[in-house]
């Protein structure tokens, strides 16, 4: 999908061939897309004016500064730890979301940012409800305890005595489709769909493993099935269930979904392989209401000197209602919120403006994002780049782009002053779902890319916690932000939009 | 250090300098020596011959192979559970250790190794005890529960009745040495020592603070004090005490050591900086013993053309008594023998032989390393590279080696295969404590090198347990060392010694 922005190389290569050695397209945002092709491209060979390098050199001591700050004196750490205390379960239209919505706000202005504000946003209002559970109605030779679920995200609840009814395994929805459509009617469908493990980067095998979640209930209801079960999307093999967003649509019966564990699909699975019918009872009381007004949470370090010119950073502030939306993405949030204390605390005030944006409402609806393109349609030929971090609080490995060569040159060789971090990695591929829509008016986006090992492990699940956030990891993420924002933004020259 | 084995370049630069930026000396060996400097360097120029870097590339597929088969087949975390489970605490001379020499040779034997066998190693004996206890005698204003400590590694006890006394805080043993020998004669020394935050290697932020505990005993017990404390060397802010190795010298009295948690040593702190002096009582009941007799854990892949030539890779069996060792040193352990298992699995056997070598005592005496460079002596001029794992279970980063310019550019020319696992930097720096010996006759010595930030949180403390270890991490890192062994062994060229 980036290539196509492309246009084709217009010089030789003049740096590092390691600089231009790419691994695949792997989008972090979220959803995500697949992309099977783990083999290192050569990317499009782009020369980087002598000046504007030497410029980009010159910005070694404040990049060593940021780094030394972040992790002295970071407080990226302390904010998440007060972000997942006192606004934990941040659903869209949830008071943990208010919650968040004013002690980020909080956040800003004691920071020191300027222009602090809130932006409207009408958002989804969901809640999981408080029963959710399944029961195996043949347990003579097998499971006679409950078998830990969750409803997925926005799915209707049953009928207050629940479901009951034959359960079909298939491993994929293409698989479903091939059923005769007798097969599937009356039943509970139950999409075996483990992540695959040979992926390198975990949100490729996401990317794979997500679409029996999303779109799982529209094809079982076209079939005319009664609810749906899947394997929860998740690299741990435990008793956890891990949610996420699902979808219906306009015509199609709307029928209960949720997520076994890991450890619970094995054990239906096993049931199920043994080759007698094995009947399930099905019990959700999630509920939709009307939507909700909340807001994204914006904050800026007006620029010195071209104060119009506008760097976005940001993270989504709603989360699932499991776990306290640690990682995804209060980890995000707060270190964008850090990257601009960074660069206040040290005094680096950039040419441009870097604007802090905290998305309301990622998880189910993406209408945080939408409502801030809408709302900045006019300013987005003026919007030089847009940094998303929604990947997880890890280990800094680097940046991905859909930035066109030019630009991605000059990204690569901001982020080479980040090699003592060993995030100097800059790879092709998405920005992040927030700021996705900014992408039709050419900005370039970037997301920031921590290590993915660990991060579906915890991934929409109770496991999403404060606890599992490495302090150092998590400060020298902002501080890599703070880094490539704080360059971009004061360069004599604007980064090069993408074309279409 | 590894610069005064480097001959002068010879040649100019051929291929990227990306891979000849080098971050600074770090060794991940145990202990640590300390490098200030993070700046990259760029390395000595040095060229590879055409047709050996074509011979490299031609192990994409093998790499390929490897790292898939490590993600999905995996079972260096099967083992380590196993090994964690079945063999915890497993200090040298404790029932712990010799339950992991026979499991490790199990392992070996199940896997299909050859030549599998122990070899002897005489080794210390000592153990922590029972009681590990320090009061505060002034508590009116002050710390009215026991301080969290443990005994360091190879203190001696105190008398039954414990030792009161006043303590001495100082920040370093530089510190002490400019006290008045009455200042702290009779009074327990208290070394509040932390790691420096701002180092981004974690490795060398221990190095630097690790002196304190390793020296401290000594240079206390000179100037007539009766105990020391330390602030634990650890990167997590927490009431878990770290231990490690410390040491006493002969003429010197031995006076009781131990560490106090990182909270601990905060509370101390505060309470010594109101001024007034502050009593202790300490107690240890630590113990040593006669040495006795263990072994090293040695099993082969025979190469099948060179097979006199050898590879050797390992890490340490023993581990301290808190905790399982599951990072320090279960992983590296486990991620050795599960490098010649994944060779074993996928057919791959290379030209010259790939010993296995699970060394027991590094922690308290490197016996183990001592003892295999004395018994392979005659072996040493065929000793063709020996690679240590021992800095923790965490997500692939790269190698770090000590061989020279020529020998160096070979492994970043292999390093460069496992780019798509970013694992493709080679630092200069050392290889590991229990392979050290082998550097006196020239062997290169490299180091598997998993991100640093997490390890200190965990290292010789109660931390250290299984659930601290990523599956993914883990199994990729073993993938790791199988293809940089695999092609060392099996490359048509013997790589480079090392002159002196």
């Known amino acids: 999908m980036p290539q196509s922005r492309h246009p084709r190389p217009r010089a030789p290569l003049v740096l590092g061939p390691f600089t231009a050695l790419l691994l695949a397209f792997v989008a972090i945002s979220s959803p995500v897309r697949a992309q099977e092709d783990e083999e290192p491209q050569v990317h499009a060979e782009v020369t980087i004016d002598g000046a504007l390098r030497d410029e980009i050199r010159g910005y070694r001591g404040a990049v060593r ?9 970071g407080q990226a750490y302390e904010s998440l730890a007060d972000l997942c205390r006192r606004a934990p379960k941040r659903l869209s239209g949830s008071p943990g979301s208010a919650a968040a919505v004013a002690l980020a706000q909080a956040m800003m202005k004691s920071a020191g940012f300027e222009n602090v504000r809130l932006e409207p946003v009408m958002v989804p209002h969901w809640e999981p409800g408080d029963l959710a559970r399944v029961r195996v109605l043949t347990p003579a030779r097998g499971i006679t305890t409950p078998l830990p679920i969750v409803p997925l995200g926005g799915s209707v609840a049953t009928p207050a005595d629940g479901i009951e009814a034959e359960v079909v395994e298939v491993p994929s929805i293409e698989a ?4 005769e459509p007798a097969t599937v009617r009356g039943k509970i469908v139950y999409f075996d769909r483990p992540m695959d493990p040979t992926m390198i ?4 095998a996401y990317g794979g493993a997500v679409k029996q979640r999303t779109l799982g209930a ?9 609810a749906v079960l899947i394997r929860s999307v998740t690299t741990l093999k435990d008793d956890e269930p891990h949610t996420g967003a699902m979808r219906y649509d306009d015509g199609v019966p709307r029928i209960p979904a949720a997520a076994l564990s890991y450890l619970a699909a094995d054990r239906l699975s096993a049931l199920i392989a043994r080759g007698e019918p094995v009947r399930l009872a099905l019990e959700l ?7 909700e007004q909340s807001y994204n949470v914006v904050g800026e370090i007006v620029g010195r ?3 119009d010119e506008v760097l976005v950073v940001g993270g989504h502030l ?6 306290d939306g640690a990682h995804d993405d209060g980890a995000g949030c707060m270190q964008s919120v850090e990257a601009l204390r960074i660069l206040l605390r040290l005094g680096l005030k950039p040419r441009r403006t870097i604007r802090c944006v905290l998305f309301m ?4 609806g993406l209408r945080g994002g939408t409502a801030y393109h809408l709302a900045h349609r006019e300013e987005m030929a003026k919007h030089v780049l847009a940094l998303e971090a929604d990947a997880g609080g890890f280990t800094p490995r680097g940046f991905s782009t859909d930035a066109r060569p030019e630009g991605k040159r000059i990204l690569e060789e901001i982020a080479r002053l980040l090699v003592n971090v060993d995030a100097d990695k800059v790879w092709g591929g998405g920005g992040g779902a927030d700021i996705s829509p900014m992408a039709a008016d050419g900005v370039p986006l970037v997301g920031y890319r921590p290590d993915s090992h660990r991060y579906f492990d915890v991934h929409h699940s109770r496991h999403d916690v404060f606890a599992s956030v490495n302090e150092r990891e998590l400060e020298l993420g902002a501080a890599c932000m703070a880094s490539l924002l704080y360059i971009v933004a004061d360069l004599e020259a604007t980064l090069p939009r993408n074309g279409r």
Not at 176 to 179: G, S
Not at 361 to 364: F, G, I, R
């Open 361 to 364: 409402n990622e998880e189910n």
């Open 305 to 307: 000197e071209k104060a």
């Open 65 to 73: 500064d940021i780094v030394k700050h972040a992790l002295k004196d």
């Open 218 to 226: 529209v094809e079982a209801g076209k079939l005319g099935a009664v």
């Open 176 to 179: 479903l489709r091939a059923l």
């Open 318 to 323: 709603d989360s699932w209602s499991i776990g």
């Open 201 to 204: 980067t975990t949100f490729q």
């Open 285 to 291: 009381d999630c509920k939709w209401f009307e939507d």
